[in-house]
Each structure stands twice: as structure tokens, then as C-alpha cells.
Nanobody, 117 residues
Framework: QVQLVESGGGLVQAGGSLRLSCTIS????????MAWFRQVPGSQRELVAR???????NYGEFVQGRFTISGDNAKNPWYLQMNSLKPEDTAVYYC???????????WGQGTQVTVSS
């Protein structure tokens, strides 16, 4: 059974930094895509950052150079470095992976990030 586990969330003041980590277990396949999403209550889950196996990165428009996704698609963990955090970055952050010959998608349970003003 494939499992993704996030860590590194918490409470930080505006302007501070956090690094989220995601570890995957239970799969023999390397990841095609690794990503981070976030969600606030009452809103849709939105893409924060994606890293493809080919090394391409995509970021949500709101990132504006403040966050960096990194990792190796065959190793654990992968990361989301978040700098210059803003109160509006407060959300539950989820890691996401696409893997296997059928490109199955898997999600972690989420980690809370709270940015105080």
C-alpha cells in the first residue's frame, strides 16, 4: 500500500520560513511527478509546486519566487522550501505523487501551515 507522509508544518510569523518534507513508502516505482498542493476550508485544493521526472517545475502564481520544490524522483524525501511566508499562505499542505505504469495519483494526509501576522 502506497503511503505519503508529510512533515514540517507548523506556526511561523509572517516573513519566516518553513520546509515541508514528504516521504513515500510502499511503491517500487519511481515517481513521474512530485507535487505540493494546499487547501483552505471552503476552497478548492490548489497547486503550489510540481516537479516532473524530467526536471520541469511549475508553481502557482501566488508563489512569486518564494517557494522551491526539490527532490529526486527515486529517493525520499522531497521538499517544499517556503520563504517570505505571508498570512495568506495559511492552509493545509498536501504532498502528491504520480507513479506506476498506470500513472496512479497518491496523496498525503496533509500538514497544517499557519502564518501569523
Amino acid at each position: 500500500q502506497v503511503q505519503l507522509v508529510e512533515s514540517g508544518g507548523g506556526l511561523v510569523q509572517a516573513g519566516g520560513s518553513l520546509r515541508l518534507s514528504c516521504t513515500i513508502s510502499g511503491s517500487i516505482f519511481s515517481r513521474k511527478d512530485m507535487a505540493w498542493f494546499r487547501q483552505v476550508p471552503g476552497s478548492q485544493r490548489e497547486l503550489v509546486a510540481r516537479l516532473t521526472r524530467g526536471g520541469t517545475t511549475n508553481y502557482g502564481e501566488f508563489v512569486q519566487g518564494r517557494f522551491t520544490i526539490s527532490g529526486d524522483n527515486a529517493k525520499n524525501p522531497w521538499y517544499l522550501q517556503m520563504n517570505s511566508l505571508k498570512p495568506e499562505d495559511t492552509a493545509v499542505y498536501y504532498c502528491n505523487a504520480v507513479l506506476g505504469p498506470d500513472s496512479s495519483e497518491y496523496w498525503g494526509q496533509g500538514t497544517q501551515v499557519t502564518v501569523s501576522s
